[in-house]
């Protein structure tokens, strides 16, 4: 039977001497599958990204991403599993402006040793893969955001990873460029990508997922499949 590429266990976490931010979360996520995190600000979804990338580690419980025990990972070992693993998307892209479109992109695989050559490839296979790959000699600031959203999404499938993470995806973007990033993750998981996108935005959890996860103080509220609560 295929692991599941998310599969996290009884987890707690809390800051302080103040409410857990998470408790007792279980959450599994097979190979494959769209899932939204969705909830307000402070019920606990930023938590739970930030331990399924391994930027924090639970009190109690265990997390698992792609068969490692990310709980268990020191801070050279968080590090490479980033690299290797995920591939994470976040509201304000995060580019590089003194390198070029292309050069953002390849960026993840030179720093995980691949020669340049091959890594420029890649890069712009998948620029021309999102409909950018006129921009590759281009500089992020003369991209629109859309166009620069594009670009941080191929950074993120750089290394192939079994996961991507999206972290408000569309939060920095107008309507029109939003709704251009929900049909490109929608197409990313027609294409069989895993994909995990944590937003407060239900109607970007509706058109780019196939599964809705609700947290709620610090616990999954409802976990919504194909329109039918489970």
């Not at 479109?101 to 960026?107: E, G, H, I, T, Y």
């Not at 058109?207 to 709620?216: F, K």
């Amino acid at each position: 039977m295929t692991l599941p590429v998310i599969d996290m266990r009884e987890v707690s976490r809390r800051y302080d001497d103040g409410p857990p931010a998470l408790h007792e979360v279980s959450l599994t996520v097979r190979r494959g599958e769209a899932v939204a995190i969705v909830g307000p600000s402070g019920s606990g979804k930023s938590t739970l990204l930030n331990l399924i990338a391994g930027l924090d580690r639970p009190d109690t419980g265990t997390v698992s991403v792609d068969g490692v025990r990310v709980d268990r990972l020191g801070e050279a070992g968080a590090a490479l599993y980033r690299r290797s693993r995920i591939g994470m998307v976040f509201q304000f892209f995060h580019l590089l402006d003194d390198l070029t479109v292309l050069d953002n992109v390849a960026l993840p695989a030179r720093l995980a040793g691949a020669a340049r050559g091959r890594a420029e490839r890649r890069a712009a296979e998948l620029l021309e893969l999102l409909g950018i790959g006129r921009h590759g000699g281009a500089y992020p600031g003369r991209l629109s955001g859309g166009e620069r959203q594009r670009v941080a999404v191929a950074r993120a499938l750089m290394n192939r990873p079994a996961l991507l993470l999206a972290d408000e995806p569309t939060g920095a973007l107008d309507t029109a460029a939003g709704q251009e990033v929900s049909r490109l993750l929608s197409d990313l998981h027609a294409e069989g990508q895993t994909v995990v996108v944590v937003t407060h935005d239900l109607a970007l959890a509706r058109s780019c997922t196939d599964r809705t996860v609700r947290i709620a103080d610090g616990r999954i509220a409802e976990d919504v499949r194909s329109g039918a609560a489970r």
